[in-house]
């Protein structure tokens, strides 16, 4: 079972560079995130999209863009990247109230 | 204010000890509540739901007071094995699921 899936899992990128991370789950779920994870700081939601065609936008936002392709895909679009980007990216989906199954993360460092 | 806010910790226990995590949350109309585990460099798992009434799954025991707004988690009997990062995750307004910022435990022998 895949679950979900995200690529890549390490990303190394100079300062104002652009990127996306892909993410997809096989779970039909409704509901898919994106959390950025750093030191002390926990999970926090970068943006979430309830269903198909809608997206919502978390704690931290500002410097992200995010597409639901469909329903099995989520992708997060980094358009210039910073050096405050530097995180571990998670990829999550859920049926809405219920858990929600992470992929395996996104080391990306932003030099 | 964060929505969700944990026990900073760390927490280093021996084995054999009780520990005990809190985490609070700010929405009172928040609707689901979780504890998650997450091993180091890896993806958080969910360790248990937690339920109004309470609910047990062997050693670990959740916890849910709504009048004070805070979850907890039970360890009795640790081993080294529950050595790991403890989230707790609260279902702000579904879908808008939020975490705290994680406790470390770290179980000596």
């Known amino acids: 079972n895949a679950g979900v899936t995200q690529t890549p899992k390490f990303q190394v990128l100079k300062t104002g560079q652009s990127m996306t991370l892909q993410c997809a789950q096989d779970?039909?779920?409704?509901?898919m995130y994106w959390y950025r994870q750093d030191p002390g700081m926990g999970l926090r939601l970068i943006y979430y999209?309830?269903?198909?065609?809608?997206?919502d936008k978390g704690e931290v936002p500002n410097g992200y863009n995010v597409s639901r392709l469909n329903k099995r895909e989520f992708s997060l679009r980094l358009e210039s990247a910073a050096p405050s980007q530097t995180s571990v990216y998670f990829c999550?989906?859920?049926?809405?109230?219920?858990?929600?199954?992470f992929g395996s993360g996104t080391q990306l460092s932003v030099l | 204010r964060k929505e969700v806010e944990q026990d900073p910790g760390p927490f280093n226990v021996p084995e054999g000890a009780t520990v005990a995590f809190n985490c609070t949350y700010s929405?009172?109309?928040?609707?689901?509540f979780f504890w998650y585990r997450q091993d180091c460099r890896k993806e958080p798992k969910l360790l248990m739901s937690?339920?109004?009434s309470g609910n047990e799954d062997g050693r670990f025991t959740a916890q849910l007071n709504r009048a004070s707004q805070y979850i907890s988690l039970l360890i009795r009997d640790s081993k080294l094995s529950d050595s790991a990062t403890y989230l707790c995750?609260?279902?702000?307004?579904?879908?808008?699921?939020?975490f705290g910022a994680g406790t470390r435990l770290t179980v000596k022998p």
């Open positions: 999550a989906s859920s049926s809405g109230f219920e858990k929600l199954f």
């Open positions: 779970m039909n779920h409704n509901s």
């Open positions: 999209s309830a269903s198909e065609g809608t997206t």
């Open positions: 929405n009172s109309a928040s609707q689901s």
């Open positions: 937690v339920y109004s």
């Open positions: 995750a609260v279902n702000v307004e579904p879908p808008d699921m939020r």
